[in-house]
C-alpha cells in the first residue's frame, strides 16, 4: 500500500519547439518530462508526427494481454555510436491488473555536462494508459504545442 501512495503523482510533459530542419520539414523537436514524485528528468529528442502516432495507438490499446511490453528508443547508449542522448520508453505489465513505463535518459557528454537518469512509474492501470495513448495522437496532429499527463486524471 504505501509503495503505490509514494508513486501515485507520477507526471509526463511532452513539449514540442519550434524548430525548421530545411532538409527535413517533417522532423520535430520535442523536449520531454517525465516526474515520479520528486525524481524525474527532462530530455530533447527529434521524431516524426508518425512514431508520436504510433506510440499512442501503442498506449490507447496496452496491454493487450499479460506479460505485454512496448519499447520505443531513439539515439544511443554506445559511446562509438556518437549520439548525443539516448532515450527508453518502455511500458510493459507487471501483474495482471497493473502495468509500469520505464525511462531512461541520458545525455552522452562528458562529466559534469552529461547525465544518465533511469526510473519507473508505476502503478498504472489500462485506463492510464489509454488517457497518455489519446494525448500521444492528438499531439501527433500538431495542432498543440504541449501537452501534461498525470496518473491522476485530474490531479493537474
Known sequence: ???????????????????????????????????????????ELYCYPQQLLEIGKILYSFPTKYRDEYCYEEGSEDPAKRFLYFFKMRIYTY??????????????????????TNFTLYPLYASDLRRLGESFMTFSELKLMEFEWSSHENFF
Open 1 to 43: 500500500m504505501f509503495e503505490k501512495q509514494r508513486n501515485a503523482f507520477s507526471k509526463i510533459i511532452v513539449r514540442r519547439h519550434l524548430y525548421q530542419d530545411y532538409d527535413d520539414p517533417e522532423l520535430l523537436k520535442i523536449e520531454i518530462a517525465a516526474l515520479k514524485g520528486e525524481i524525474g528528468s527532462v530530455i
Open 95 to 116: 501483474t495482471p491488473s497493473e502495468c509500469a513505463i520505464e525511462f531512461s535518459m541520458h545525455l552522452n557528454l562528458e562529466e559534469p555536462y552529461g547525465y544518465k
